[in-house]
Structure formats: structure tokens, C-alpha cells
């Protein structure tokens, strides 16, 4: 039991703001951003920069190729100056997106309660505490209601530590020993409390220990698209050196020299290095991050971009997702001489119209008929609401009076507790009528007892709350419907309730499945049945937390994509393993779900969440499209060195390494940079993705288009050694085919099923991405002084319409190859057009 010492009226506006210049702002030294010479030799250390760098040293040193030295050198120096320039945009948009998902504080302020941005907290404040918040400061506890708070990250014990309020001076000694004290950073697991801010910032606990927490990693996918590079490295390594071993037999005929063979190994490996792969998705990644932040999301972890395109199952909740979580109380029904609306002020934690959105109702309520509470009556103790038990319980006294335990919650909880009789009878049948009409049904009791958990308990009545539901609901979920995503309602309430909201909104397919009928499938046999309706249910009510993990696991079991709602402290575990954890912000938003999440909803709509899956495939079908095109651009070059060694003797090397140098520069930064801002045409959310970015259909998709642009390339090339052009004419011809018929890919990839379908032009950004490379082009091959550090010359006519030819045929070859794919796939629209099953990508939240 607690006693309060005292109520703080805060400090003043004024006061407050003289302290945060005196002290600064409540926040953790951040580490500097990496300076440009730093960030530029990480670009330096990246495995294909140190390829290019040792090709440039042997062309220019070992081969006495000054000129062609010099220029891998510098498109060297230009690919790192693109590379930072890219990380530091992608880590301006994180440092941004941050900022919008900073921790929030409830101080009282001029005797108000106010919610503040963290930062803002200065010693002396009062803070209010509540389950699931994460502390914002040291500070004295003034009063604690059952609190206690997970302090796991400073003692390293694993048990939540009980709190009590300071009725004198600090105690002193280990961290674990200071009970009445909060550390900054700790999170609240449960109960609530008042506390008297001591230190903020860098004096805090957690800050003198913040130089041990380093700076922030990589998102998994950048690590993930960092080992891809690597590893095309090494194979692009490998690759050069099988080359100048296989070239050591011409050597031996006198076909070629050794200098010849290894320019040839130098300019294949080249030739298979995407130097910009991971730094393009990367920012495309974090540039869509920020448009998703306009719409409401806020991505936590880049990653789960991919994932909530991919979604196939969103589980909501029901109420502040599907309706508005503004409650208002509809209907009561009172048992005879008692005393309802004073019973629901007693057991109530709502202060200044901030708390639990019951609590605001009940209090509001109970305001308009005029109740109010007998003077001096004061709180001996609280039990706060428990998802599990689904109750709350107060213990007050009246001066002169005994203590009177008054208790709240689910109907069926607290008639367990009543004592039987007419009344509770009469209660109970009652609760059946409102719950049909969608009202949201809480039993009031009481007894005269300081025992929290006492039994026979006289009942005092209903009250039933109704939630408007959202305009948006019903759109939402037939949107979900449309892009092939079931939505699964997940809550506490009665099942009456809970299946009248659904198919108000149009939740269905499925059957409505209990708590308890899934608690009588807990046993033995009967935990496949279990988890079978846990998979079939379109609407699980009266269902605790620990429901929640068990049908996020039995979803993806089943091979589903989940989108896991929640915004309290026992969502965490759910939203933690989920593909994509959501968490609710907002005034009942804990910290604790927030940090669980991968992604934040800022109003906590599903409107709100169907536009982010929308903007997610939109992103991903970018990002699958971008990857797409650099690796069968760089395949296809690999594919045009490998046959012109074996078909082209004549030329030694079909292309020069700074040719292939200045292929790669023009084509990989550009437009690659285009489509992933890239807006196709068509409602997004008709991209159902198939699998993860380099699966073996999307692989095989881009060996095909692969084959097809080098075949046109080596024709090209072909055509121009038939009429006898000379070896720069037809290098020059090789490197043109190949710009123009990569520039075509670009329109390739992004389409869904042919490359011009309408509304094609729309994609401004890849269209100016694809003029501006093309005039490049045109430059570097008409105007010689330009082009004489690339070896291109001026060609006659014939070889641009080669070029053009190229160009032009690549995209009803690819889109055959596209129609071809489709119809051994069983007729599917697109590539993408089917949602994913076991094969789709599983970056939950836990492991992005």
C-alpha cells in the first residue's frame, strides 16, 4: 500500500524556461556526424572502390596506359564523391525522421498536466509516469501507485524493481537500492507514479555512461546490400583472374601479349562491379522514409519499407485504429440506492483531461450530472488497469471512514468477483443487449476493505461507451481487400461488440473467435485446432496480449507477411516479432511499443496504414527495379567482354576498362538514383511482390534481359567489324549500343507488364534521368577532345542507327521475355502480381 506524500503544482511556465537555458536541453551527447575526409575514406575502403583503385594503379603503372589511368582514376574520384554525397543525404533523412519519433514527457506545469517533447524536461518539473513510459530524467519520486520500472539497461538485473515514493532523504547506495529514485532511460512496466526531476541530460545516470552505447549501426539491408558487393567483388575479382589465365593461351600463340591479357582480366572484373548497389538503395530508402513521414508513418528501421510493402496480413486493433478511441458514454444501467458515477471518479486515474481514454470518459461524465468526490477523501492505494486481469482497483478513505476498495472492468471479470444474487443476474443479461449495439460494456463494484483483491464484492451497475467509428474504417479495409491484404480485428472487448464494429467496417471472411474458446484449446491435441482458428479468424475478441504473439506466429507460419497494430506495453512482444510491428502513437502510445515497432502511426488510423503499405510497394517495386537494372546493365557487359575475347581477336579488349568505367558512372548513378524516386503508374498497391530482391525469379529475370541487350550490342558490334570500321570506330560502337540500350532498361524494369503501357511518360524523374545520361553521351561521341580521354571517336551515321536499333528492339525482346515468363506462370498479369507466400521477405521488426 502507498501513500501519497503530495500533489506538486509544477513549475511554472516561466520558471521552466529559465531553467532549460540554465541547464540545457534534456538530451544525450550525440555523436558528430563523420567528417568529410572520413566519410571519403570509407567510400576508399569499400571492396570494388579498392578494385577500381588497384585496376587504375595497373593500367597506369604496370600497362604504361597513362591516359586510360588517369581516367579510371578519376571516375574513381567521382563515384567516391557520388558515395558521399548519397550517405550524407541518406543520414540527413535519418537524423530527420528521428527527430519525429523523440520521446514525449507528461509534466504539470502552472498546476496543469502538459505532454512536452522530452528535451524540454529541467530539474525541478514534476513528472508523471505511467506504465509503458520510458523515464525522461532522473528524478524523486513523490508518489507511486504499484510502479515498477524495468531498470535492466543500468543494474543489469532482469526483474522490474518496485518503487516508493521519498518520505525522506535518498538512501543512497547501488542503483538497485535507490527505490524512491527513476533513472532516465528506464522504462515503466507497470503502475504509475509522480516524481520531482533531479538531473537532466548528460547528468543523469544514463549519461555518464553514454560514451559506452557508440554510434548507430547500419540498417540490416545496408549490411545486406553491402555483403552483395562484396561478394560481386570477389566473383568480379575471380572472374579477371580465370580471364587472364584462359588469355595466357593466346599469349602463347602470339595472338595477344601478357599486357593485352591483363587489361582484358582488368576491364571483365570492371565490368561486374555496381559501385553505387548500396548506397542508391540506401538513400532511396531514406528519401522515401521522409514521404512516408508526410503521410503519417514514420519509419524506425529502413528495412521495414520492404516488409510493409510486402504485407499480406494487417492485425488491428479495434479501438483508435478502426474507430476513433474517442469514448462517450451511451447507455448505463445502475442497481437500486447505488452510488455508479462517484464509484467510476473514485477508480479513476484521469487528471486534467489527460489519461486512459475510459478514464476521460467516465470523468467526463460524470462531471455533467454534477458528481463529485466527498471532500478530503484521499487514495490509500491503486491497482492500474492489467490487460490480463482486465480490471482496476482503487483503496480510499473518507475522513473518519474505513477504506473502500472500488473496482472496474470486463463484465464477465467482475461478476466473478460479486456477490450472486438478483442483481448481478440482472447485470449480466444486460451486458449481451449493449455489446450488440457496438457499446463497449465496464461493471463498477465495491466493498469496504483495504484487500485489493477481495471477493464478494456488491455490484453497482453498468456503463456502457460508445466509440465512433472512423470515416476512413470502411475504405481502408476494402483497400486492404483490393490489394490482396486480410485485415484480422484484434481486441479486448466483448465478442458482441467486437463483431458488430466488424462488419460495420467490413472486417470478414472468417469467424469471430473467443479468449475463451481458444483458452479450451490450449491443451494436449487440441493446440493445432488452436492454432488453425487462430489463422481462419477474421475478428479475435476478449483476447489478452500473449493471443497476439501466438497469432503472429501462428500467421507466419502459415507463410504471411504481418502487420502486427499496438500501442501498449504488453503489444511489445507481438510487435516485436511481427514482419512489421506498428505502433499506435498518440496519447494511449506507449514508449515501450514504440521502441518495439519498426514503424510509427502518428494518428492511428488504418487509412493511415494502408497509405504506407501503398508508399511501401510503391518503394520496394522502386527498389526491385533499381536492382534490377544495375545488375542486368552490369551482366550484360560482363556478357559482351566474355564473348568479344572469344568472338572479337582483333580487338585484344572489346572495351577498354575506363570505357567500362564511364559506362557504369553514367548509368549507375543517374538513373539508378531516378527510379528509386520513381513514380509508376497505376494505384501502387496493385504491386503485390513476389519474393525478396535477388530471388531466383528475379534473378532469372535479369539473366533473360541480360542475354537479350548483349545480343543487340554484340550485332551492333558485329555489324560495325563486317563493314571494316576501325578498332576505335568499333569500340566507339560497342560503348553506344550499350549506353542506349541500358537507357532502355530503365523503362524496362519499372514496367508491370509492357515496358510503354500508359501513363508511362509520367515517371518525370526517370525521364529526365534518361535524357540527361543520353546527352552525356552524344557529348563524349561527337565532340572528340571530350571523348579522347574515353578512346571514343566519331562515328558515321550508320553506327548511331545501329545504336538506336539496339535500343529500340531491347524492349519487345525483354517484354517477350516478360509475356513469355508470365504465361508459364499461369497467366499472372506481371512479374509482381501475385502476394507473397513462405518466399516473401522476413525482416520482423526484431531482426531489421
Not at 316 to 327: E, S, Y
Not at 657 to 684: E, K, Y
Not at 719 to 740: D, F, H, M, P
Request: charged share 20%; proline share 5%; with cysteine.
Amino acid at each position: 500500500m502507498e501513500i501519497s506524500v503530495r500533489e506538486p503544482a509544477g513549475l511554472s511556465e516561466k520558471a521552466a524556461s529559465e531553467r532549460l537555458a540554465e541547464y540545457g536541453a534534456n538530451e544525450l551527447p550525440r555523436p558528430r556526424p563523420p567528417r568529410l575526409p572520413v566519410r571519403a575514406a570509407r567510400q576508399l575502403a569499400d571492396p570494388m572502390s579498392i578494385l577500381l583503385l588497384i585496376a587504375g594503379l595497373v593500367t597506369l603503372v604496370v600497362l604504361g596506359e597513362v591516359a586510360e589511368g588517369a581516367a579510371i582514376l578519376t571516375i574513381l574520384l567521382v563515384n567516391v564523391v557520388i558515395g558521399v554525397s548519397q550517405e550524407a543525404k541518406a543520414d540527413h533523412a535519418v537524423r530527420a525522421l528521428r527527430t519525429l519519433t523523440a520521446p514525449m514527457a507528461k509534466v504539470v506545469r502552472d498546476g496543469v498536466v502538459r505532454r512536452i517533447p522530452a528535451a524540454e524536461v529541467v530539474p525541478g518539473d514534476a513528472v508523471r509516469v505511467a506504465a509503458g513510459d520510458r523515464v525522461p530524467a532522473d528524478a524523486r519520486l513523490l508518489r507511486a501507485d504499484a510502479l515498477g520500472v524495468d531498470e535492466s539497461m543500468l543494474t543489469g538485473e532482469s526483474l522490474s524493481s518496485d518503487k516508493r515514493a521519498a518520505h525522506a532523504d535518498g538512501a543512497g547506495g547501488t542503483l538497485a537500492d535507490r527505490r524512491d529514485e527513476l533513472f532516465a532511460g528506464t522504462l515503466v512496466v507497470r503502475g504509475s507514479g509522480v516524481a520531482e526531476v533531479t538531473r537532466t541530460g548528460a547528468r543523469t545516470e544514463m549519461g555518464r555512461i553514454a560514451s559506452a552505447l557508440g554510434g548507430g549501426a547500419k540498417g540490416p539491408l545496408a549490411v545486406e546490400l553491402a555483403q552483395v558487393s562484396r561478394r560481386i567483388g570477389l566473383v568480379a575479382l575471380l572472374a579477371g583472374v580465370v580471364m587472364i589465365l584462359i588469355g595466357l593461351g593466346r599469349v602463347q600463340r602470339g595472338d595477344a601479349t601478357l599486357l593485352d591479357v591483363i587489361l582484358a582480366g582488368v576491364a571483365l572484373a570492371i565490368a561486374a562491379v555496381p559501385e553505387s548497389l548500396a548506397a542508391a538503395v540506401t538513400t532511396a530508402l531514406a528519401l522515401g522514409s521522409q514521404r512516408m513521414a508526410a503521410l503519417g508513418v514514420i519509419v524506425r528501421r529502413l528495412p521495414a519499407i520492404e516488409a510493409l510493402g510486402a504485407t499480406t496480413v494487417i492485425a488491428t486493433d479495434k479501438t483508435g485504429t478502426l474507430t476513433t478511441g474517442h469514448l462517450t458514454v451511451s447507455d448505463q444501467v445502475t442497481v437500486s440506492g447505488s452510488d455508479l458515477w462517484r464509484a467510476a471518479l473514485r477508480c479513476n486515474d484521469a487528471r486534467d483531461g489527460l489519461g486512459d481514454a475510459v478514464d476521460v470518459a467516465l470523468a467526463v461524465a460524470a462531471e455533467r450530472r454534477g458528481v463529485r468526490l466527498p471532500p478530503g477523501e484521499e487514495r490509500l492505494a491503486a491497482r492500474p488497469f492489467d490487460a490480463e486481469t482486465r480490471s482496476m482497483g482503487v483503496i480510499t478513505a473518507a475522513p473518519g471512514g474505513g477504506p473502500l476498495l472500488t473496482v472496474k472492468g470486463a463484465p464477465e471479470v467482475m461478476f466473478a468477483r460479486c456477490v450472486p444474487g438478483p442483481e448481478t443476474e440482472r447485470l449480466a443479461r444486460a451486458v449481451s443487449g449493449l455489446a450488440d449495439r457496438g457499446l463497449r460494456v465496464l461493471a463498477l463494484a465495491d466493498k469496504h476493505t483495504d484487500d485489493l483483491d477481495a471477493a464478494g464484492l456488491r455490484p453497482l451497475g453498468l456503463v456502457a461507451l460508445s466509440d465512433e467509428i472512423r470515416l476512413t474504417a470502411a475504405r481502408a479495409v476494402a483497400d486492404c481487400r483490393a490489394a490482396g491484404i486480410r485485415v484480422v480485428m484484434v481486441t479486448g472487448d466483448h465478442a458482441g461488440t467486437a463483431r458488430a464494429i466488424a462488419e460495420e467496417v467490413g472486417v470478414g471472411g472468417g469467424p469471430v473467435v473467443t479468449g475463451a474458446e481458444l483458452q479450451a484449446l490450449a491443451e494436449g491435441d487440441e493446440r493445432a485446432k488452436r492454432s488453425a482458428r487462430l489463422r481462419e479468424a477474421a475478428v479475435l475478441a476478449r483476447v489478452d496480449p500473449a493471443t497476439k504473439l501466438e497469432l503472429v506466429r501462428a500467421l507466419r507460419e502459415d507463410g504471411q507477411v504481418v502487420a502486427m497494430t499496438g500501442d501498449g506495453v504488453n503489444d511489445a512482444p507481438a510487435l516485436r516479432n511481427a514482419d512489421v510491428g506498428v505502433a499506435m502513437a498518440g496519447e494511449e502510445g506507449t514508449d515501450v511499443a514504440r521502441e518495439a515497432a519498426s514503424v510509427v502511426v502518428t494518428n492511428g488510423d488504418l487509412g493511415t496504414i494502408v497509405a504506407g503499405v501503398r508508399e511501401g510497394r510503391r518503394l520496394r517495386h522502386n527498389v526491385v527495379s533499381m536492382v534490377g537494372y544495375l545488375l542486368t546493365g552490369n551482366l550484360a557487359e560482363i556478357l559482351i567482354v566474355l564473348t568479344g575475347l572469344i568472338a572479337w581477336p582483333d580487338l585484344v579488349v572489346p572495351l577498354l576498362p575506363v570505357q567500362l568505367l564511364w559506362i557504369n558512372l553514367v548509368l549507375d548513378g543517374i538513373p539508378a538514383i531516378a527510379l528509386g524516386v520513381d513514380r509508376p503508374a497505376g494505384d501502387p498497391l496493385a504491386l503485390r511482390p513476389t519474393g525478396g530482391l535477388l530471388s531466383w525469379p528475379a534473378l532469372t529475370r535479369i539473366a533473360l534481359r541480360a542475354v537479350a541487350v548483349g545480343a543487340l550490342v554484340f550485332a551492333a558490334v558485329e555489324v560495325a567489324r563486317r563493314l571494316g570500321w576501325s578498332e576505335e570506330q568499333v569500340r566507339t560502337q560497342a560503348v553506344l549500343a550499350l549506353v542506349c540500350a541500358r537507357l532502355t532498361l530503365a523503362y524496362v524494369v519499372r514496367a508491370r507488364r509492357r515496358t510503354f503501357e500508359r501513363g508511362w511518360w509520367r515517371g518525370r524523374s526517370v525521364l529526365v534521368a534518361v535524357t540527361a545520361t543520353a546527352a552525356l553521351q552524344v557529348l563524349v561521341t561527337v565532340i572528340a577532345a571530350l571523348g579522347a580521354p574515353l578512346a571514343l571517336v566519331p562515328l558515321p551515321p550508320a553506327g548511331w542507327a545501329m545504336a538506336l536499333g539496339a535500343a529500340v528492339l531491347s524492349v519487345p525482346v525483354c517484354d517477350m521475355v516478360r509475356c513469355d515468363r508470365n504465361r508459364r506462370g499461369g497467366g499472372r498479369a506481371s512479374d509482381e502480381s501475385t502476394p507473397p507466400r513462405s518466399a516473401a521477405p522476413r525482416s520482423g521488426s526484431g531482426t531489421h
